[in-house]
């Protein structure tokens, strides 16, 4: 099973930005669907963007596209979320997840490993 661990989170002023980390273990990484969701306070957790296994297809959610990317480095077994233009409402802990498969994949239940998350607040 793959490991995950994310980090770049942190306190920033509307208007900037952040990159998130996320690092997995094991030789397999370019096998998984990677994506990033986050979990606000008195919200259910929800989707932010997806990748595919190449790192050559995204999809992202309404309220982050244009404003976040999602990338990845293979031979890092690393996937990462610039996020820029930052909003007070983006402001929640975000976990990177694992999924098996080629696609995309937007739903929770297409995630088999989870990070721990790393808290994100943007102030206004």
């Known amino acids: 099973q793959v490991q995950l661990v994310e980090s770049g989170g942190g306190l920033v002023q509307a208007g900037g930005s952040l990159r998130l980390s996320c690092v997995a273990s094991g030789r397999t990484f370019s096998s998984y669907t990677m994506g990033w969701f986050r979990h606000a306070p008195g919200k259910e957790r929800e989707f932010a963007a997806t990748?595919?296994?190449?790192?050559?297809?995204?999809y992202y959610a309404d309220s982050v596209k244009g404003r976040f990317t999602i990338s990845r480095d293979n031979a890092k077994n690393t996937v990462y979320l610039q996020m820029n233009s930052l909003k007070p409402e983006d402001t929640a802990v975000y976990y990177c997840a694992a999924g098996r498969g080629y696609g995309l994949g937007t739903l929770r239940n297409e995630y088999g490993a989870w990070g721990q998350g790393t808290q994100v607040t943007v102030s206004s």
């Open positions: 990748i595919n296994w190449s790192g050559g297809s995204t």
